[in-house]
């Protein structure tokens, strides 16, 4: 079967390191895939064509531009499944894809945050969706918005939930050196992220706890302002900001409790991650990450703006041995059982195979 992933970039991010991790899964199980991307091709699609995958970048300027390149390309190339990841690429891909004759379309959303939402970006998905077999949200959190916002017919919107490749267990020396209870955050370093709350919340249990640290992973807009605020604040003995890695599994392995603080969010592949390396968590109480921790019961979910709240999560478990340990036990449970990358894979492969026209064409 030809596939190929229509993402916005390929720079480091949860939804990038998940279509990769896709895209390895199907070309070992003998699917020829590709990656076409509206944008940057970033480091991680550099990583994908030195492994082989072709990765195309920067299609087009606009939608006009994009769309006669998508159109042009799903021509030559003759794909049986265009997956597209979220609403630019689903509005610049869809309509392109259906005309060249792809058998399947699917369009994921990676998170649809609560009302109110941006009224001529949701116009111009629903127009697109209408060119797309499904769209798959990936919690119950992010279906549900789909279906309250009534744009796309609800018997396209499925869910499926994210997964993610086990991470390797780094040797001991890989390991980053790591003094007392250690907090670990992966992620952009964006506004969504909230994390002057994870740095306030810090503070506030350093003062109870002092020798807890907090590891910050990843880069992004908000850094600068956030090394800012830890100065202020008093902590930059205690938080260490390790920029972007490709490699997160040291930070993981080495750490005690993974812990994120989004003002919105989906389902994220760092806490997937985590579950992997058997790593309880701290999560704030928005979308899919709130559902899936509640639904593993392997970790502390607390209010989305409420520090106190979230110190007192991280005092709970750095002084609760017991209680961290069953925590890890359940996340890795879950991980095994529900939220692996071969799962995520499988139930994919289901619907690229069950749609009017697969059904009339075979897919090997």
Known sequence: MKIIHVVDSMEVGGAETLVSQMCSLQREQGHEVSVYAVAALGAIGERMRSDGFTVLSEIGRNLINSSRSFLRLFKQSRP???HIHNPTPTIYAAPAARLAGASSIISTRHSLVAPPHDRVAEFKYSLAARFCDYVVGICDATTDNLKRLGSVPS???LRIYNGAAALRKPSSEALPAKTGFTLVFVGRLQPVKNLSLLLNAFKLASETAPDITLWIVGDGSERASLE???SQLQITNKAKFWGQQLDVAPYFSAADVFIM????????????QAFSQELP????DVGGMAEVVRLANSGLVVPASNANAMSAAI???ANDKREREQFSKNALTAFESRFS????ADAYMDFYRNTARSREIPLA
């Open 80 to 82: 049986h499944v265009v």
């Open 155 to 157: 018997e396209k919107i």
């Open 228 to 230: 800012q605020l830890a």
């Open 261 to 272: 603080s989004s003002s919105s969010e989906g389902l994220p592949v760092s806490l997937l």
């Open 281 to 284: 968590s701290i999560v704030t």
């Open 315 to 317: 005092l709970q478990l």
């Open 341 to 344: 990358i071969q799962a995520m």
